[in-house]
């Protein structure tokens, strides 16, 4: 396989990373760095420490965003920590609990609906002092607030992860062309 061959493959790796990025449940930013691993192995990371190092900026930025956004949808809903704790525990019994029911499409659907259903649930039990209706108001309204600010994480990942993209292509692009 010539170099601009890979080249161009990695390049379409790294866009399914950015798509990654976005949706949960598919590789992100990591398979944006595997792939400018591959290529720095086969072209002896000739031009690519920039577009590396970016890259381990962006996944690192992305681990934090993440947290960051969830926690803040929280807070703009007036959700607890027991509502943040359940949302994460819903992500995890979620994506690990469809798994085996349904193998193909239900971990990407425990990633969606298990942390509204975690969050409602952890602040359903957490706001015991309030009547029937209050509670189920205040606790859909956390889980809602949660999942939005997961939707805008997932959004700046995806942002990070084009920047690191582009990066990649700028700093290699003449290496690209070349056989």
Known sequence: MSLIILYWVLVAVMLFGVVGAVVPGLPGSGL?????IVWGVFNGFSGVEVALG??????LLSVG???LAASWGAQQAGASKWGQIGAIVGLFLG???????LPFGGPLLGIFFGPIVGAFIGEFFYRKD??????????TKASIGIVVGSLIGNLIQGVLAIAAVVVFIFTTWPLGTVS
């Open 65 to 67: 965003v993440d947290f």
């Open 130 to 139: 309030l009547e029937l209706e209050p509670r189920v108001k205040l606790a």
């Open 54 to 59: 970016v890259t381990l900026l962006v996944l």
């Open 32 to 36: 944006i760095l595997a792939a400018i």
């Open 95 to 101: 994506f690990f609990g469809l798994l085996p029911a």
